[in-house]
T-cell receptor, first 114, second 114 residues
Framework: AQSVSQHNHHVILSEAASLELGCNYSYGGTVNLFWYVQYPGQHLQLLLKYFSGDPLVKGIKGFEAEFIKSKFSFNLRKPSVQWSDTAEYFCAVNAKNRDDKIIFGKGTRLHILP | KAGVTQTPRYLIKTRGQQVTLSCSPISGHRSVSWYQQTPGQGLQFLFEYFSETQRNKGNFPGRFSGRQFSNSRSEMNVSTLELGDSALYLC?????????????FGPGTRLTVL
């Protein structure tokens, strides 16, 4: 069965700092990978996704993530965070080409200091 | 296009009662998934319905059940409520084909069990 591990439960950064949130998954086959974000008081929304092709994917609001197959990782990055990036971030995975459920990590709560 | 809607938005129940939550997916989406979100546990998958059939199921007790109607609307029922059932219950819908893997979330129903 698939599982997703997010290394940091709570991250505090100052504005303009660089961000990297770790995500590792366990599954032997090919996968689809996602990062979702939940801003305070808002719905969960898709930040970016990887289905195939270029392992470096770009999402909304300047976020990007790199799929490293050999490391089973899909880390989220942003070169310079803003106060408005304060939110909870969830990594998710599902098995490609199967009608399998999407598994989410436990989330990383990011707090940006102004 | 209207987003995923969930009703009610807030519920307060007492232990032993039962509750029914409703979800209307995005028009044209046939898959509806339900998640339980609690602090520290992230999103835990409850079940997924596709074309009125349960396609996937998470590791929750039988007190949690669901169904989907011919118009793709879905309901989730929790019987014999326990204090630990207090959570945000999220519904997500997705389309078919490759986009089946991208989920669109509703605002959630906040359930408090006293």
């Amino acid at each position: 069965a698939q599982s997703v591990s997010q290394h940091n439960h709570h991250v505090i950064l100052s504005e303009a700092a660089s961000l990297e949130l770790g995500c590792n998954y366990s599954y032997g086959g090919t996968v689809n990978l996602f990062w979702y974000v939940q801003y305070p008081g808002q719905h969960l929304q898709l930040l970016l996704k990887y289905f195939s092709g270029d392992p470096l994917v770009k999402g909304i609001k300047g976020f990007e993530a790199e799929f490293i197959k050999s490391k089973f990782s899909f880390n989220l990055r942003k070169p310079s965070v803003q106060w408005s990036d304060t939110a909870e971030y969830f990594c998710a995975v599902n098995a490609k080409n199967r009608d399998d459920k999407i598994i989410f990590g436990k989330g990383t709560r990011l707090h940006i200091l102004p | 296009k209207a987003g995923v809607t969930q009703t009610p938005r807030y519920l307060i129940k007492t232990r032993g009662q039962q509750v029914t939550l409703s979800c209307s997916p995005i028009s044209g989406h046939r898959s509806v998934s339900w998640y339980q979100q609690t602090p520290g546990q992230g999103l835990q998958f409850l079940f997924e319905y596709f074309s009125e059939t349960q396609r996937n199921k998470g590791n929750f007790p039988g007190r949690f059940s669901g169904r989907q109607f011919s118009n793709s609307r879905s309901e989730m029922n929790v019987s014999t409520l326990e204090l630990g059932d207090s959570a945000l219950y999220l519904c997500a819908s997705s389309g078919t084909g490759i986009i089946r893997n991208e989920q669109f979330f509703g605002p959630g129903t906040r359930l408090t069990v006293l």
